[in-house]
């Protein structure tokens, strides 16, 4: 496949530049991890997993060839897909551990993806999430990978989609994915998952503005974390009040949802609610429209990203400037374009 041997996979997802340069085959560590991965990504081996997502993180271009030899579980169909974004410090990480315990509670198999900022010396995630939910860590039923943003600006890392994919076909029941701090036009977890549950704090007052610019559209499920402390009940009930303002006879009117998730206070009422709107998306057939949609801008996504890479090797051509001046000016269509680049390759 194109681009797979574009680069050695260094320990811990980290790119080699060394290996940039071999064009005809992948190198053989990276070959080594992948056909190791795979092996024990089929025997339901944690370990497999944990190798894949190092390799999708590291490449894009391996993704696609993961992806199509793992294959799909009939489990993924059922497998829920469950976002927490939300301000800085609101407590998303603690609010996430709490939740993990109410689901381990049941039974189920839960899988965590904890994406957090890049660090500036070793480029990997600072693990800052993991260390708040290690109550978790040896438990054989929960699966917790931190992802870095790694330059991703909607409060995701660019290889959480994927990363996405494979635990549900490894058959987890759920999958939690919490997002860094966001803010107003961060919200790439909508077309990730699919509940999203908006984590605020009574102190961030400035946070009900925010949800004007994007936020409220966004959220399935608000939660109040922090409701003890000063403030509480009025943050609850100006969030209530502009919900009341705001809904526009939507069928799914989102709950708002009080917890001191650091206490294990209401964490079992935030999963049932979220349980709640999973039930509505499964029974409305809206789930169906929303994966449709998340895979059509995936495609899209992906048919961009193959769009810039090839401008990217073309574009200093003096041919290439001109067509592209043409287009830009309105005289020369832009169909014309996108021919000639797909003819290039």
């Given at each position: ?31 080594g991890?992948l ?51 939300g ?73 959480t ?68 402390r ?17 809904q ?98």
């Amino acid at each position: 496949m194109s681009g797979v041997h574009q680069l050695q996979v260094a320990p811990g997802g980290g790119r080699d530049p060394q290996g940039m340069g071999d064009e005809k085959k992948m190198d053989d560590k990276a070959t080594g991890l992948l056909e190791a991965g795979i092996q024990d990504f089929r025997a339901r081996q944690e370990r497999g997993l944990a190798r894949l997502i190092t390799l999708v993180e590291a490449s894009p271009e391996l993704s696609n060839s993961i992806l199509s030899r793992i294959g799909e579980s009939p489990a993924q169909s059922q497998c829920h897909v469950i976002g927490f974004t939300g301000p800085p410090g609101a407590g998303k990480s603690t609010l996430v551990n709490a939740v993990t315990a109410v689901l381990r509670g049941e039974g189920h198999r839960v899988g965590i993806i904890a994406v957090d900022p890049t660090s500036p010396f070793s480029g990997g995630a600072m693990l800052g999430d993991r260390i708040r939910m290690e109550r978790h860590y040896l438990d054989p039923g929960v699966f917790i990978r931190s992802l870095a943003t790694r330059g991703g600006v909607g409060g995701l890392s660019p290889a959480t989609r994927d990363v996405i994919k494979l635990m549900r076909a490894f058959g987890f029941d759920y999958i939690l994915v919490e997002t860094v701090g966001v803010g107003q036009t961060e919200l790439d977890i909508m077309a990730a998952v699919d509940t999203v549950a908006v984590v605020l704090v009574p102190e961030a007052g400035d946070s009900i503005q925010a949800m004007k610019a994007g936020l409220m559209e966004i959220a399935d499920v608000f939660v109040v974390n922090k409701a003890d402390r000063p403030g509480g009940q009025e943050f609850e009930s100006a969030l209530r009040a502009m919900l009341g303002l705001a809904q526009q006879r939507r069928p799914w009117e989102p709950p708002v949802v009080t917890a001191q998730a650091d206490q294990d206070v209401g964490s079992a009422e935030v999963m049932a609610a979220l349980n709640r709107h999973a039930q509505y998306l499964r029974q409305s057939g809206e789930l169906d429209i929303r994966r449709t949609l998340r895979e059509e801008r995936e495609l899209l996504d992906m048919a961009f990203a193959h769009l810039g890479q090839r401008w990217k090797a073309i574009k200093g051509r003096p041919e290439w400037a001109e067509l592209a001046a043409g287009v830009i000016s309105r005289r020369v269509g832009v169909d014309r374009f996108l021919k000639a680049i797909a003819e290039s390759a």
